[in-house]
């Protein structure tokens, strides 16, 4: 990985937009379009060469945005009620230039930024009969989001049916048979990764990079500093 996570300043793209703000979220927020890019993940590299944002207002509190570049393509809603980002979709085009990771760690630092508390995502795993080899539902489980309450409950029959002990994911992905074990018979997940201090997330990303050596400036926020959900 480059030292480097986010080239959104660089002007290394000029991203084109198609903007449709009926309920005039962006200037009620105070946004400017790199704050928007910032919330769906940043510009992950100077490979970036084309970029295009389609951003609509759905309604008072909410905003959604489809980016599509050269490299990856990402959907997201901003619910600036809730403070939280539903990241719908993500597709890395290229793969092992940490792309994913890059994007991730920029809306982190960004929703943070902006005192989001969470965000929410689909773990999928790999469809047979698809050609896309999703691999969501074991990266994010290693990066610090959690399974939602009904996919935890699931996720502990599962575990005790393959005579595993572990009650979360993420305490599977630790072990070398629990990893192999997941990727070939773990399943789509919804998940959600606390920015606030809650359920560890951030403290688990943290021990990730380190493991890996990934440099990450940020102020990680205490327990209970902003609105607990």
Request: hydrophobic share 40%; with cysteine; net charge positive.
């Amino acid at each position: 990985m480059s030292d480097k996570l986010n080239y959104v300043n660089d002007n290394i793209v000029t991203p084109v937009y198609n903007i449709n703000d009926k309920y005039a979220l962006i200037s009620e927020h105070n946004l400017t379009m790199k704050d928007l890019i910032n919330l769906c993940g940043g510009i992950p590299s100077r490979e970036v060469t084309e970029c295009r944002l389609e951003i609509i207002s759905g309604s008072k509190n909410v905003i959604h945005i489809k980016v599509f570049t050269n490299l990856y393509e990402v959907v997201r809603t901003i619910n600036f009620e809730s403070k939280t980002i539903d990241n719908h979709f993500m597709l890395v085009y290229k793969k092992g230039e940490n792309i994913g990771t890059c994007l991730f760690l920029n809306q982190v630092k960004a929703a943070i930024k902006r005192r989001f508390v969470k965000l929410k995502t689909t773990a999928l795993a790999p469809n047979h009969g698809e050609d896309t080899a999703w691999l969501g539902y074991y990266f994010w489980g290693k990066v610090g989001y959690k399974m939602a309450a009904d996919d935890q409950i699931e996720f502990v029959k599962w575990s005790k049916e393959f005579g595993r002990n572990e009650s979360s994911l993420r305490e599977l992905l630790l072990t070398r048979e629990g990893t192999e074990l997941w990727k070939k018979y773990g399943y789509t997940w919804m998940g959600e990764f606390y920015l606030n201090g809650k359920g560890k997330c951030l403290h688990y990303l943290t021990l990730y990079l380190q493991g890996k050596n990934m440099p990450f400036d940020i102020e990680f926020p205490a327990l209970n500093v902003w609105q607990m959900q």
